[in-house]
Each structure stands twice: as C-alpha cells, then as structure tokens.
C-alpha cells in the first residue's frame, strides 16, 4: 500500500508560479512511479507529468512541457511539481498518483491516489 498527502495549492495570477509536493509512505519511494494529474470542473482527469523513481527520467504533457517540472527527494519521500508560467487554464484540483509501472498516463491505470490540492490561476 502507499499513501500520498499533497500540498501546495492555492490561488496565483497567471504568469506566477507554484510548487505541488506530494509525500508517499508505506513503501519505498525508489521502486514506485510518481505522477500529477489535474481535472478542471467539467472534465476529465488528465496527465500532467510522471517520475521514474529509479533514475530521471521524465514525460510531460504537452500543454505543460517547458514550464512545468516534475522531480523528487528520496531523503524526505516527496515528489514536487514546480509550475511556473501558470496559466488560468492551469486552474483545477491537482492529484498526485503512484503505480508500480512507470510512463502511465491514464488515470485509470494508477492504482494510489492523494486527495488533491486546489490549484487557481487569476487572468
């Protein structure tokens, strides 16, 4: 089992920055691969970035890619979600996700999830 406690969120005008944090215990965050989705109001909940805990590697969404970065600290079990250039269309309740397959990116194939942080982009 792994348990995962965002934080974070808040409210910023666009063009501002923000960092998510997402903390994971009950098994060791090397051998588990970490991901952030968001879901606006209305929509679906959709890929934003994914973490293979194991080395570096990397993917991004597209709509992210260059102004979001995902990366992580094994001394406190954290993985963070630096946003910068926020838009308002960035606006939605981001959710931190772990699986034991690295590069998923639907939300149906991620077995844990947080309880997502609020995450407000003003124009």
């Known amino acids: 089992q792994v348990q995962l406690v965002e934080s974070g969120g808040g409210l910023v005008q666009a063009g501002g920055s923000l960092r998510l944090s997402c903390e994971a215990s009950?098994?060791?965050?090397?051998?588990?691969?970490m991901a952030w989705f968001r879901q606006a109001p209305g929509k679906e909940r959709e890929f934003v970035a994914c973490?293979?805990?194991?080395?570096?590697?990397?993917y991004y969404a597209d709509s992210v890619t260059g102004r979001f970065t995902i990366f992580k600290d094994y001394t406190k079990n954290k993985v963070y979600l630096q946003m910068n250039s926020l838009k308002p269309e960035d606006t939605a309740v981001y959710y931190c996700a772990a699986d034991s397959t690295f590069g998923l990116r639907v939300a149906g194939e991620y077995d844990y999830w947080g309880q997502g942080t609020q995450v407000t982009v003003s124009s």
């Open positions: 009950g098994r060791t965050l090397s051998d588990i691969a």
């Open positions: 973490i293979r805990l194991s080395g570096y590697t990397t």
